[in-house]
């Protein structure tokens, strides 16, 4: 069971200016811990903990593990992002069960998925 996941990040105010407009993800003050700074998201429900984090062995990239983030509504969502300059890895597509999924870059240049529910 996944209980924390940091996200790199080279700007750790633009990361929490994007999360916060894309996502309304709302964070605690940010902490200094082992040399790096980092941002909690606060609990929105169930889930993992996670935090963005600005240090010198956090580094974005589009080549690792892929975050999901529950969206209730993909386009929308997409939308904000792209408002942002997040520019659209994969395509809104939908999955047998009448889900969505998309890729998108976030601030950081980092790859993450959104899932819409059917």
């Not at 902490?31 to 998201?41: D, R, W």
């Not at 600005?54 to 589009?62: I, L, R």
């Not at 690792?64 to 509504?73: H, Q, R, S, T």
């Not at 997040?86 to 601030?107: N, R, Y």
Request: glycine share 6%; hydrophobic share 50%.
């Amino acid at each position: 069971m996944i209980v924390h996941v940091e996200i790199p990040v080279a700007d750790l105010q633009r990361a929490v200016a994007f999360y916060r407009a894309v996502f309304g993800t709302a964070f605690a003050d940010p902490i200094t811990l082992h040399n790096s700074q980092m941002a909690y998201a606060e609990a929105m429900g169930e889930g993992a903990s996670w935090a963005l984090c600005q240090g010198e062995v956090y580094v974005p990239t589009q080549h690792g593990a892929i975050l999901y983030f529950f969206v209730k509504d993909i386009d929308a969502t997409i939308a904000r992002a792209q408002a942002l300059g997040s520019a659209v890895l994969f395509p809104k597509t939908a999955l047998d069960d009448g889900s969505h999924v998309a890729e998108i870059s976030d601030s950081e240049g980092n790859r993450l998925a959104l899932e819409e529910p059917a």
